[in-house]
């Protein structure tokens, strides 16, 4: 992998002094990223799913993706279809859940979902309504809507009927401003988490909460913590640094979004890192940020505690967007447009469904299991 970055990684007790946190002695695992010491690894395991390409799931920008009893859960956050997807684990077009309109079971735009496998249901969150619409897990039919009384961009279940509410705008309390709300199963607010020094009406990045081991977590853009929420606390669980690229700090982010304007081009013409994502399984952690215009994957190992080079993981790997977990495998996708480019991955399998495939054709999910 060009530029490969390696990971070492200690456990240590340090003094944490994180964007928006109180400085407090926290027991944190600290991730260190360079380019040295990095160790061959075996080939990981791919499983491909090509999504079935039909007028009614044309899926434009996917956001998001849940497997939940081999069916895969896809949410298509497009502007102008924000609709929720339904395929069986071979890509065949099931359902669509919902759909955009004002009516029993309508939305004005799915921003995010979440599945109960306890209650068998599924939520589809409408921010822009400010509502949460259940429908039935099996038969997809409308339950419920439930209408949320403060502005939201996401939110997470925790245990004992309570929610983490978090909004890129901030939720105020007093004279302050604070990321992350908790609120009882009324939607009465209990807690305020995170103090927020960057608020803005303007985003990057994706769903900044994930459940790993019955526990929650939650990561926020431009700060390189992930920190262990609850309804009482949030605390710092795994800090890394990368010793080339860099977050763009504080000063850079104010300068360049005075009155709320959106510093969305600054940044992406900037040095600076644009988005990251965390993933995390039993055995692996998976870091996947964007900087220069390019995408960079690093793939750390708990039990080895070491970082693993694949030597037939070239550089295009990059084209691939990860954006879940499913059991001990990485969720990504690739574009059916990006494997007809020549420096795709050389993969015959994948080669074989590219020669299947339009560029218009839907995207093709891919499951990665490292070793």
């Not at 890509?91 to 109960?116: L, M, R, S, V």
């Not at 020094?197 to 909460?209: A, L, M, S």
């Not at 007809?340 to 990665?368: V, Y």
């Amino acid at each position: 992998m060009k530029n490969s970055l390696a990971l070492l990684i200690c456990h240590c007790l340090l003094l944490v002094g994180c964007t928006g946190m109180t400085k407090s002695d926290v027991a944190v695992d600290e991730l260190f990223f360079d380019e040295e010491g990095a160790f061959d690894g075996e080939s990981p395991a791919f499983t491909f799913i090509p999504l079935e390409t039909t007028e009614k799931n044309l899926l434009s920008y996917i956001t998001k993706v849940k497997i939940v009893d081999d069916r895969i859960f896809i949410l298509d956050a497009n502007h102008i279809n924000e609709t929720m997807h339904v395929y069986d684990m071979d890509g065949k077009f099931i359902t669509q859940i919902g759909a955009k309109g004002n009516g029993p079971g309508e939305y004005k735009g799915a921003y995010d979902f979440h599945i109960d496998e306890i209650a068998q249901t599924i939520t589809v969150t409408d921010t822009w309504t400010q509502n949460l619409i259940v429908y039935d897990l099996n038969t997809y039919r409308y339950i419920s809507r439930k209408n949320i009384p403060f502005g939201f961009s996401t939110y997470i279940t925790l245990p004992d009927g309570y929610y983490a509410w978090y909004s890129i705008s901030g939720f105020k309390k007093a004279m302050d401003y604070y990321y992350v709300q908790i609120t009882d199963s009324l939607f009465n607010i209990t807690n305020y988490l995170y103090p927020a020094d960057f608020v803005r009406h303007y985003g990057i990045g994706g769903n900044p909460f994930y459940r790993f081991n019955n526990k929650t977590y939650f990561y926020k853009q431009f700060n390189p913590v992930v920190y262990e929420i609850t309804a009482d606390d949030i605390k710092p669980h795994y800090q890394f640094s990368l010793k080339k690229d860099m977050l763009p700090p504080l000063e850079f982010l104010i300068s360049n979004s005075p009155n709320d304007t959106d510093y969305s081009r600054a940044l992406f013409n900037s040095n600076y890192i644009q988005q990251y994502s965390f993933l995390e399984t039993e055995q692996f952690i998976l870091l996947c940020y964007h900087v220069n215009k390019s995408t960079k994957v690093i793939v750390y190992d708990k039990k080895e505690k070491k970082y693993h080079r694949y030597a037939d993981f070239p550089d295009n790997i990059y084209e691939f967007t990860f954006i879940g977990t499913y059991k001990d495998n990485f969720i990504a996708y690739i574009s059916s447009s990006n494997i007809k480019k020549p420096s795709t991955m050389k993969n015959d399998e994948l080669q074989l469904l590219s020669e299947k495939r339009t560029e218009e054709d839907n995207p093709i999910l891919c499951l990665i299991k490292f070793k």
